[in-house]
T-cell receptor
């Protein structure tokens, strides 16, 4: 079984719809992240969470919200989807132990391909 | 403005030769650098990292070199193998007191290993 899972894997929706992308992990990590990848732009950080009570905005948080329902679950919501939110979305986790190496070595899920028409 | 730059969108190398992927950064606060590898339809996977207190880190066929004065790092793969064909992302982070706040990625370099 995969350590980091994302659902759905693919989603097509219409402009204005609310949509939620979900991420679950079995690695026992405290830290979770949401990124989006656009062609030719690499990955950009949307939101991150260091524990259940800690939520932080990333580089491109406008138009998105998140919920950390439990240590193992971190969901990303698009309240009113728009076409330029069409992208590949990745969830990632990392360790919060004493080693800096663990903080930065992030483990990624397989991605959710979202298309907003 | 891009803080992590990978100026080569693609690179083609013959099997058995050395692959050299380059990355430049602008933010002098970055103190930790990583390389990720990504196959189609999969998430990125961690490959190798280097702290800013070092100038070289080696792991099997993969070596990362860091030149802080030039704000430049490179990934060397020797020898290159067909399974190395993938997109390689350079990433960087800095410690802000509360912990590493997520990674800043470059746009990626598509490495193609030719038989």
């Amino acid at each position: 079984d995969a350590d980091v899972t994302q659902t759905p894997r693919n989603r097509i929706t219409k402009t204005g719809k609310r949509i939620m992308l979900e991420c679950s992990q079995t690695k026992g990590h405290d830290r979770m992240y949401w990124y989006r990848q656009d062609p030719g732009l690499g990955l950009r950080l949307i939101y991150y969470s260091f524990d259940v009570k800690d939520i932080n905005k990333g580089e491109i948080s406008d138009g998105y919200s998140v919920s950390r329902q439990a240590q193992a679950k971190f969901s990303l919501s698009l309240e009113s989807a728009i076409p330029n939110q069409t992208a590949l979305y990745f969830c990632a986790t990392s360790d919060s132990g004493p080693l800096r190496t663990g903080w930065d070595e992030q483990f990624f899920g397989p991605g959710t391909r979202l298309t907003v028409l | 403005d891009q803080q992590v730059k990978q100026n080569s969108p693609s690179l083609s190398v013959q099997e058995g030769r050395i692959s050299i992927l380059n990355c430049d950064y602008t933010n002098s606060m970055f103190d930790y650098f990583l390389w990720y590898k990504k196959y189609p339809a999969e998430g990125p996977t961690f490959l190798i990292s280097i702290s800013s207190i070092k100038d070289k880190n080696e792991d099997g066929r993969f070596t990362v070199f860091l030149n802080k004065s030039a704000k430049h790092l490179s990934l060397h793969i020797v020898p290159s193998q067909p399974g190395d064909s993938a997109v390689y992302f350079c990433a960087a982070s800095f410690y802000s007191g509360g912990g590493a706040d997520g990674l800043t990625f470059g746009k990626g370099t598509h490495l193609i290993i030719q038989p």
